[in-house]
């Protein structure tokens, strides 16, 4: 059997660990992206032992360091011609902590969560392309509910080091940065159309934090996460997720969509209110997301500020790919 490459960032903790665990037994060449590459090396030594698999690599990215993004990637092209699975799981959601900006000038956490993803997708393409059956997963989560409320909106005038918002807060922020995640997935979904490269996210609404993750936020989060731990089903649970939407044939056309924890398919709520009920319902529910995840002004926003942040373009990635196909084809003439 062809041996397929796998790509999870965050891969060291949670939800990305237990993947990497999952695809790593079922055979895969699976590239774990991890920032720390100390801590991660016991997680990498672990998983082999457990596996038996020896593609299991594990491989340096700070989603939130242009630098280290364009470093990784052209270490990876260098050693594999082809990326089948892409898993944009790292995210930053240190609740409690202070405006913080990159080495990049952007704010940290929509870096980590929008611009990283961006970045890594754009380079990668290449790879991408060449693969019979490549799929982009990006880890959602149902924050995204609080842009059910129409006075929601991503705050692109607070992205650069500007600290204009008093209210400023990095759960506000990652709401809008899961909210521009699901804009980009949908966008991607649609650039990448007829270069067969498939783009879904999941719509992750809980699973179980580890100590190490608890560590990251305030000690106000910690005790909300505590709780909420109780709830959580264990990230192996979420693992599986990926894992079905990332290989199972069922899903082999699927692009453009966000799942649910149960797998279903979920829409856009309408435009307009509907009445009490029916708001408390998609509230409540997991059948509907905000209707400005599909909202096309909104989409091009998010789809600008990366490329003018990047300076990459993605449709000049998908064109010269196109360029260099066509020459491939003269030549054969
Ligand atoms: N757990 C939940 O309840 C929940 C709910 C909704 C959505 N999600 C989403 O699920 C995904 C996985 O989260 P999790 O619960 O498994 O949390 P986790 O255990 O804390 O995993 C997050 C991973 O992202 C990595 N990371 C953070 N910043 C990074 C950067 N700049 N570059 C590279 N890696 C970076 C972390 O690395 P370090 O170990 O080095 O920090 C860690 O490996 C995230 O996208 C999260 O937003 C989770």
């Keep these: 059997m062809k041996k397929r ?3 999870i960032t965050g891969a060291n903790s949670g939800i990305g660990k237990a993947a990497t665990l999952q695809f790593a037994k079922e055979g895969y060449t699976v590239i774990m992206a991890c920032r720390n590459i100390e801590k991660s090396e016991k997680v990498h030594k672990d998983i082999i032992e457990a596996t038996q698999n020896r593609n299991v690599e594990l491989m340096k990215l700070d989603a939130s360091s242009f630098q280290s993004i364009h470093q990784f990637c052209e270490e990876f092209k260098k050693r594999y011609e082809t990326l089948d699975i892409l898993i944009h799981n790292a995210a930053y959601f240190n609740h409690g902590a202070k405006y913080c900006v990159s080495d990049d000038g952007i704010e940290m956490t929509f870096n980590t969560n929008v611009v990283g993803p961006y970045l890594i997708t754009c380079l990668l393409l290449d790879q ?4 019979d059956d490549a799929r982009i997963l990006n880890a959602g989560s149902n924050i995204i509910k609080h842009f059910f409320d129409p006075k929601k909106k991503i705050e692109f005038s607070n992205l650069q080091g500007e600290n ?4 400023y807060s990095v759960y506000k922020m990652y709401c809008q940065s899961k909210m521009a995640l699901m804009l980009l997935t949908f966008k991607m979904a649609d650039e990448f159309k007829n270069h067969g490269i498939k783009v879904n996210a999941l719509q992750i609404n809980g699973a179980t934090m580890s100590k190490e993750t608890l560590q990251k936020v305030t000690l106000r989060y910690r005790l909300i996460a505590r709780v909420q731990n109780r709830f959580f089903r264990p990230p192996s649970y979420m693992a599986n997720n990926y894992y079905e939407i990332c290989t199972s044939e069922n899903y082999k056309d699927t692009t453009g969509k966000l799942f649910n924890d149960k797998l279903e398919i979920m829409e856009a709520a309408p435009k ?8 408390i319902k998609q509230v409540t529910g997991s059948s509907l997301y905000p209707y400005y995840a599909d909202d096309p002004t909104m989409t091009n926003e998010v789809w600008e500020f990366c490329e003018r942040v990047t300076g990459k373009s993605i449709d000049d990635y998908l064109n010269s790919y196109k360029e260099i196909e066509n020459e491939k084809v003269e030549t054969v003439k």
Excluded: A, C, R, W
């Excluded at 991408?128 to 693969?131: G, Q, V, Y």
């Excluded at 204009?164 to 209210?167: I, L, R, V």
């Excluded at 307009?272 to 708001?279: K, T, V």
């Design 164 to 167: 204009n918002d008093p209210k």
């Design 128 to 131: 991408l392309k060449k693969s």
């Design 272 to 279: 307009q209110p509907q009445g009490f009920i029916h708001d």
């Design 5 to 7: 490459t796998v790509i």
